[in-house]
């Protein structure tokens, strides 16, 4: 009986009775209408989403080269002060990709045990962790001195006054064919501890680390190979 009544169900609307069928119609101008509206919508939407969606996760799957930099040889440093070097943090973009940054040899007194062969040199950043101006060492006061809000930095990078959020960002260091070189860049708590890099303006200590997780876009690197 229910083979027979799915046999007799015409294919066209008027012998249907839809609302709004017309005779030879197998779709109803209605429902033709409301179906092109949503692939129109769905199109339209896709347009501004995709972009956006392959803007945000493409540099999860960006392969980041990890680079090693030449800055000169052990004796250049010493362990009382800082020599500033330029390296290129970000290459192919010309001089907007160099940066300096502040060299010393690591200090058992002041820093206490070398944590790895990365720790050998200590290379600190000139960004600063408020807003990102460019710190300088002042010898004088052994004090790393950012000239936009009166932000203070000790000897080690740590954060002694004004609004910066945690010390300043460091690199690893290693020694290559007699020569030291300055890899990747970490940032770290107020107990110098490494985390991969923030930005600045993003606290470490506390729950800051969960809250500001490293994004790619601040360059997340994997650990460096030796
Ligand atoms: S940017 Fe350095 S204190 Fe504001």
């Keep these: 009986m229910a083979k027979d009544r799915r046999k007799t169900k015409s294919k066209y609307t008027a012998d249907r009775q839809m609302p709004g069928a017309f005779e030879g119609e197998t779709v109803t101008r209605r429902r033709f209408m409301t179906g092109t509206t949503h692939v129109a919508g769905i199109v339209a939407a896709s347009a501004f989403a995709l ?3 392959g803007f945000a996760i493409g540099p999860v799957f960006e392969k980041v080269e990890v680079r090693w930099e030449p800055v000169g040889v052990p004796d250049d440093f010493d362990d009382r002060t800082y020599i500033p070097k330029t390296i290129t943090e970000t290459p192919g973009i010309g001089e907007v990709g160099k940066t300096t940054v502040y060299v010393r040899k690591h200090n058992e007194s002041i820093d206490g ?3 790895d062969e990365y720790d050998g040199f200590i ?5 600063c962790m408020h807003l990102g101006c460019p710190v300088r060492f002042v010898p004088a006061s052994e004090r790393f001195i950012c000239p ?7 000897f080690q990078g740590k954060r002694t006054g004004g609004p910066p959020v945690r ?3 460091r690199f690893y260091t290693r020694i290559r064919n007699g020569k030291v070189e300055i890899g990747p860049r970490y940032s770290v708590n107020s107990e110098l501890k490494r985390f991969s890099p923030r930005y600045p303006g993003e606290p470490l200590d506390g729950i800051g680390q969960y809250l500001y997780p490293s994004r790619p876009t601040a360059r997340k690197l994997p650990p460096p190979q030796s």
């Design 113 to 115: 045990p070398q944590k």
């Design 123 to 127: 290379a600190i950043s000139t960004r």
């Design 148 to 154: 936009c809000h009166g932000g203070v930095y000790d």
């Design 51 to 53: 972009p956006a969606l």
């Design 167 to 169: 010390p300043l960002d």
